[in-house]
Each structure stands twice: as C-alpha cells, then as structure tokens.
C-alpha cells in the first residue's frame, strides 16, 4: 500500500490499466453481486431530495421496488448502507437500453434535472473505499465482469488511477489527486 495524504492506495490502482468497455459487459456492475451499491449517509439524504426527479429515469420494475422497499437497506454483514436491489440482483436504479445496464440517479443528472451525479461507490467502480483507523483505504476490486476493461485499458495505456481521475478529485480533492499522480509517476520510473 501507498501513503498518499490521509488514504493508504493499493499498488494495483497505479500499475493496472483499466477503461471501462460497456458495450462488451454490458455493466454488469450494476447488476451482478451480492449487495447493492454502498451508500454514504449524506447520499441517502441527496438521493431522498432528488429522488422525484430520478424517478422518471427509472423502470416500471425499479419504481416498484422503490414503492416497496425503498432505495437503500443496511447489508448486515458489513452493517453498511446499501442500494436495494431486485430479485435478480439489479440495483433499483439500473435501467436497460439495448441490454446495457445504466443508471436513472446519472440520467436525471445529465439531464439537468438532478444535482447528484451518483454514489461515490458507483463513481470510483473498480475501486473499493474503506476505512482503517484514520485512514480511507483505495483497493482495486478486480472481477472477471471488467476483464474488457483491463484490455481496453491496456490497448489505451490508461492506469486505474488515470481512469477514476474525477471520480477521485470528487472523494479526495484536487490536491490529493496531484500528489496520487506524482507518486504513480514516480513508482513507473522505478519499474522500466
């Protein structure tokens, strides 16, 4: 792990390449798992003021879902808030066009309707954020889903890093983000 501030960065977010290619996953990631995406307190609160707004983004079966339970629930295992999600595992916010799987609180953003781009979780996919002590740790959350965008990233030369690059100022801030690149940087010299 790296020291980068106040977070502890996993090598592999510097050293593996990653874009993400929709069109061969399909985004998966909003559809696969054993939970649904992890929720910070204050987004709940965004989601819950916004949610009006989103709604209209949404399917007929996610808008059932919400009726019914909601948009978040607490994953007991890890006593963590997280997305409800459908019975085949699909977030409530996941919509499918052309059997791509994208997401209604991102929709309603883009279209001006909404102040709340999406979860930080959602955002900084295949990065995973916990905390350790007084740290906020950065691991890459490797899933065969993603191999196309471990090639993609490849064929691109993007590093993990690179690709999050706003997803990481959003969590972390500008200054942060300089000192991760500077570091990466500096970690490349050594491995030629």
Not at 4 to 14: F, Q
Not at 153 to 178: C, T, V
Request: with cysteine.
């Amino acid at each position: 792990m790296l020291i980068v501030g106040s977070a502890l960065v996993s090598e592999d977010i510097i050293e593996k390449s990653f874009v993400c290619d929709i069109k061969k996953c399909l985004g998966k990631c909003c559809v696969e798992g054993d939970r649904g995406a992890p929720l910070l307190e204050n987004e709940i609160d965004l989601i819950a003021k916004n949610i009006e707004n989103i709604i209209p983004f949404m399917d007929c079966e996610g808008i059932e879902l919400l009726n019914n339970k909601g948009f978040f629930e607490i994953d007991t295992a890890d006593n963590e808030y997280v997305t409800t999600c459908r019975q085949n595992g699909s977030c409530v916010f996941a919509v499918f066009e052309n059997n791509i799987a994208a997401c209604a609180i991102e929709k309603a953003f883009e279209n001006n309707k909404s102040d709340f781009k999406k979860p930080i979780s959602c955002h900084l996919y295949p990065v995973r954020v916990s905390k350790y002590g007084e740290y906020t740790v950065f691991n890459y959350n490797q899933w065969d889903i993603c191999s196309s965008a471990c090639s993609n990233g490849d064929n691109l030369n993007i590093k993990i890093y690179q690709f999050l690059k706003d997803s990481l100022i959003r969590k972390m801030g500008n200054e942060w983000y300089n000192e991760l690149e500077q570091i990466a940087e500096e970690w490349a010299k050594t491995k030629t």
